[in-house]
């Protein structure tokens, strides 16, 4: 058994086919399944159930390929302690940030870790929360930008910034001629809410129970801009994160934003999370460093069009 076999096995899991698990580790589909198939015979059980045109896990594949992924991401952060001793701030860092956030921020921090951190590779990943906290458990991130709370005793997360919502409403709303109101004046609003799996949707769901709110039946966004352009169509009323509402984003004139005056308002908290083993930790602690020093403006409403 050796390293290259489980990284074989491990492409084999992730594609769900052979010639395409061939290629994501640039050898012949012939050469991957002969080697899988020996590993099979070392380890004497069947982990690959082949089936025509699918390729599944069997029971105790599942189970050996988790532990692979644990092997080969040990490993490499072996070579990791060894290549950041001789220069921690160069290098490849993989980093995932969720939709709802990714654009909205990356544009305020990136230029500082490029003048920071010039010889440094910035490999970012936009998914999704929970697949990023599955891929960084897996090793095959570094860290991630998530909001709280992230409840995994393997992680840390080291806190960035608390972002606060604001309520987006077309101009012929009766709420849009307000600079602002408490949670209990969107008692009786149904409110635009993103698809399952964002954690924006989550977080929002949190906002309208403690206002009395609801959601608006019949509709569920893909991402931020469908819920601005629903507004700006005067089909609903929408939450959107401070970072969404600034420059370089361009406001609608179609839509007012209104600040909650709530102490404190309704927000989300902003965290970069890594496993608790990483070797990076002392130059992740840096990066959050720049992470969470945004000017204070960024996180307060911008004057209107």
Known sequence: MNLRDLRYLIALADHRHFGRAAAACFVSQPTLSTQVRKLEEELGVILIERAPRKVMLTPIGVQVVERARGIVADVQQMKEVARRSQDPEAGAIRLGIFPTLGPYLLPHVVPAIRERFPQLELLLTEEKSDLLLARLREGRLDAAVLALPVNDEQMHAEALFEEPFVLAVPQAHPLAGRHSITLDTIADQRLLLLEDGHCLRDQALDVCHLAGASEKSGFQGTSLETLR?????????????????QPPVAQ?????????????PPSRRIAMVWRRSSAMTDFLQSLATLFSALPEHLLRTPARP
Do not use: K
């Open 229 to 245: 352009q629903m507004v700006a169509a005067n089909v609903g009323v929408t939450l959107l994160p401070m970072l969404a509402v």
């Open 252 to 264: 609608s004139r179609d839509i007012a934003l209104v600040t909650f005056a709530d102490q404190p």
